[in-house]
Structure formats: C-alpha cells, structure tokens
Nanobody, 115 residues
C-alpha cells in the first residue's frame, strides 16, 4: 500500500524558511512523477514544484527562485525547501505521487506565514 506522509509545516514569520518532508512507503519515487502542491480554503490545489519521471524539476508561480524540491533515495523522502516565505505562501501543502497512472496524495501539512 502506497502512503505519503508530509511533515515540517508550521508557523513562520515573513522572510523565514521551512523544509517540508514527504516520506514515502510502499513505493519509491525513482523514475516516477512526484510533486508538491498547495491549497488554500476555497481554492483549487495548485502545483508548486515537481520532479518528473524523467528527473527534471519544474517550479510554478511564486515558487520560482525561492523553493527547491529534492529527493533522498536512501530515505525514500522528498523535500521542499522554502525560503523567503511570504504571507501569501500560507496554505496546506501536499505531496502527490503517480504510480502506474494512479495518483496518491498525502494528508497535507499546514504552513502559516505571519506578516
């Protein structure tokens, strides 16, 4: 059974940093799509950063230049390093894994950036 567990969220001041973790079990992320998404109440869940099955990394919107996605195969964990955080980064952050065409989501971790 594939499971994703996010952690590392919390309350941080504007300009601060957080590192989110997405620990995988039941599957690796090697040669698979894995991404970080975020969602605020009333809005759709949007992609922030991703690693494609080919190994390319992509960043979307405000994540460009401030966030970095990376993976540790030994720990089977994917990270999202977030720097220079802004109040508009406040959201629940989720990781998404696609295995053989099936999508798996974690439960999410709350990030709150105070002004």
């Amino acid at each position: 059974q594939v499971q994703l567990v996010e952690s590392g969220g919390g309350l941080v001041q504007t300009g601060g940093s957080l590192r989110l973790s997405c620990a995988l079990s039941g599957s690796t992320f090697s040669r698979k799509y894995i991404g970080w998404y975020r969602q605020v109440p009333g809005n759709q869940r949007d992609v922030v950063a991703e690693i494609t099955s080919g190994g390319s990394t992509n960043y979307w919107g405000a994540a460009k230049g401030r966030f970095t996605i990376s993976g540790d195969n030994a720990k089977n964990t994917v990270y999202l390093q977030m720097n220079s955080l802004k109040p508009e980064d406040t959201a629940v952050y989720y990781c998404r894994l696609i295995v053989s065409g099936r999508t798996y989501w974690g439960q999410g971790t709350q990030v709150t950036v105070s002004s």
